[in-house]
């Protein structure tokens, strides 16, 4: 049922810009109602973005194993009750069925549809984890005078697969996926200083430098998201990535597996600033 807008067309540019201006259960009821499909960088400023993730209630374990032994690319912060599809720690009205705004849907490992709401794929044999993200810190660097070119040019942050292996846990395991953003060399250490007080949203980088150390062979083409210019004076940043363990379940091959489609997170009513006390 329908793949996500592109943030780019003109009509969806103009809806983010209107976005950019609201809090996030107001930011969530637009997505709720349908109304935006596109990418969540740069919305919700100042509040914890999630990864999520969406198991077989028989997996669930596994995967809660997988991300305790993976803190760094999966932190996790919200877990949904038995039978559930609601995260009031996150939200008092989060609903896990509307409020994200493209849902990629896999079938044994394989991606098999996008659409906008899981509605008619709901069921109760179905857990919700939910992991801390990136977007998350970004409004931190910006507003500490730090430019993010994709959220600039209103794209996905570039995601690629790593050489580095996480620790497996039952069925799950695969490589660490990053994210990456150029920062100029005089502000990389202000970028670590600043991520280090995130850490339920990756914290610090997980490398900083040329990518073929961590097996990127062409940075210009990202595995998910947007290719992003590295331009004279920047240096490429990798952050760990909550995409991690979306590969290591769709590595599992598991009957159903459903996330977020990438860059097109859940928009929570917590503080970005307040992520180090939440309780899983």
Same mark, same amino acid.
């Given at each position: 049922?329908?793949?996500?807008?592109?943030?780019?067309?003109?009509?969806?540019?103009?809806?983010?810009?209107?976005?950019?201006?609201?809090?996030?259960?107001?930011?969530?009821?637009? !997505?709720?109602?349908?109304?935006?499909?596109?990418?969540?960088?740069?919305?919700?400023?100042?509040?914890?973005?999630?990864?999520?993730?969406?198991?077989?209630?028989?997996?669930?374990?596994?995967?809660?194993?997988?991300?305790?032994?993976?803190?760094?690319?999966?932190?996790?912060?919200?877990?949904?009750?038995?039978?559930?599809?609601?995260?009031?720690?996150?939200?008092?009205?989060?609903?896990?069925?509307?409020?994200?705004?493209?849902?990629?849907?896999?079938?044994?490992?394989?991606?098999?549809?996008?659409?906008?709401?899981?509605?008619?794929?709901?069921?109760?044999?179905?857990?919700?984890?939910?992991?801390?993200?990136?977007?998350?810190?970004?409004?931190?660097?910006?507003?500490?005078?730090? $430019?993010?070119?994709? !959220?600039?040019?209103?794209?996905?942050?570039?995601?690629?697969?790593?050489?580095?292996?996480?620790?497996?846990?039952?069925?799950?395991?695969?490589?660490?996926?990053?994210?990456?953003?150029?920062?100029?060399?005089?502000?990389?250490?202000?970028?670590?200083?600043?991520?280090?007080?995130?850490?339920?949203?990756?914290?610090? $980088?997980?490398? !900083?430098?040329?990518?073929?150390?961590?097996?990127?062979?062409?940075?210009?083409?990202?595995?998910?998201?947007?290719?992003?210019?590295?331009?004279?004076?920047?240096?490429?940043?990798?952050?760990?990535?909550?995409?991690?363990?979306?590969?290591?379940?769709?590595?599992?091959?598991?009957?159903?597996?459903?996330?977020?489609?990438?860059?097109?997170?859940?928009?929570?009513?917590?503080?970005?600033?307040?992520?180090?006390?939440?309780?899983?």
């Amino acid at each position: 049922m329908g793949t996500s807008s592109k943030i780019g067309d003109q009509a969806d540019l103009a809806a983010f810009n209107k976005l950019r201006m609201l809090p996030p259960e107001e930011v969530r009821a637009s !997505i709720r109602r349908e109304d935006y499909y596109g990418q969540t960088a740069g919305l919700g400023p100042g509040h914890l973005q999630g990864n999520i993730a969406i198991v077989p209630s028989a997996c669930a374990l596994d995967f809660f194993r997988f991300c305790q032994r993976n803190p760094k690319p999966c932190p996790l912060v919200g877990v949904t009750d038995a039978r559930s599809p609601y995260l009031p720690e996150l939200g008092g009205d989060i609903d896990i069925r509307t409020d994200v705004p493209a849902y990629n849907i896999y079938r044994n490992g394989e991606l098999v549809e996008q659409r906008p709401n899981l509605n008619d794929l709901w069921s109760d044999d179905l857990v919700v984890f939910v992991l801390g993200c990136s977007f998350s810190f970004e409004d931190a660097l910006i507003n500490e005078g730090i $430019p993010l070119r994709h !959220i600039n040019e209103c794209k996905t942050v570039p995601m690629y697969r790593t050489s580095i292996e996480t620790t497996s846990a039952g069925a799950f395991s695969g490589p660490l996926v990053v994210s990456m953003r150029p920062i100029a060399q005089n502000n990389i250490i202000r970028a670590v200083t600043i991520t280090e007080r995130f850490p339920q949203a990756h914290g610090t $980088p997980i490398h !900083i430098g040329d990518p073929a150390n961590i097996g990127i062979t062409d940075i210009m083409k990202p595995d998910w998201g947007d290719a992003t210019e590295i331009k004279s004076g920047e240096i490429p940043v990798f952050w760990a990535c909550g995409v991690t363990p979306q590969a290591a379940i769709q590595a599992a091959k598991l009957p159903l597996f459903i996330s977020h489609a990438p860059g097109h997170m859940l928009i929570t009513d917590v503080k970005s600033w307040d992520t180090t006390s939440l309780k899983t």
